[in-house]
């Protein structure tokens, strides 16, 4: 039975591809702040920890044994505008955005993933109010084409670029900014979270090895700015 490590597997887009991975019998690991509510603790593998916390990831991983696909999902967005944006949060969120997914890229090669998929944003594409949340999202769609240089072919990375999703993530974004994306897309609507998994877990199983360095888009034609 194969393993993946899901971080923030347990609500919106993470959720979703716990039920995934559960429904294609794979060994489900999940790391997460917290489970309260979470439906899947008598069937996953769940390890309460905070990801801002970089130099204890090493600690983390090594003892969980052999693991085949890391999915790097969890992340914060806090809408502030540049000027008025505390350290603090400047802090955690590229530790947790940005930090974090490359030291567990590192710690997972080491005890066997072969398949990674980075969950970014098409903020870190066209730029994003949220200078932050933007600034962390390009680097990690840039970690993931530098990755798969430097794994030459031995690890399969890949990342997802979604517009905005219907998960608790969407409220942090002004009205008058969903009300205008709206008006950007194809379908008029949000993707959904089942969207976007599906598309994270067939990068994670399915996809051909070619298809390597690529930030998948899940955005319906949006040309939002």
Known sequence: MKTVLITGGNKGIGLELTKSFLALEYNVIIIARSFDNFEFTDSVKCISYNLTDIEGIPKLIAPLGHIDIL?????????LPYDNYPQEKVNSMLKLNLE????LIEECVKVGATRIVN???IAGQIGHPDVWYGATKAGVINATKSFAK?????VVINAVAASPVE????????LE?????????VLNRF???DEVAKTIVWLATDSPEYINGTTVDINN????R
């Open 150 to 154: 430097i794994f030459d072919g031995k």
């Open 191 to 193: 993707a959904t979270a």
């Open 177 to 185: 900014r969903r009300e205008a994306f709206l008006k950007t897309v």
């Open 71 to 79: 999915i790097n999902n969890a992340g914060v967005m806090y809408s």
């Open 167 to 174: 998960t608790d993530m969407l409220e942090t974004i002004p």
């Open 100 to 103: 974090a997914p490359i030291k």
């Open 221 to 224: 034609g949006s040309y939002m």
């Open 119 to 121: 969950n970014a944003s």
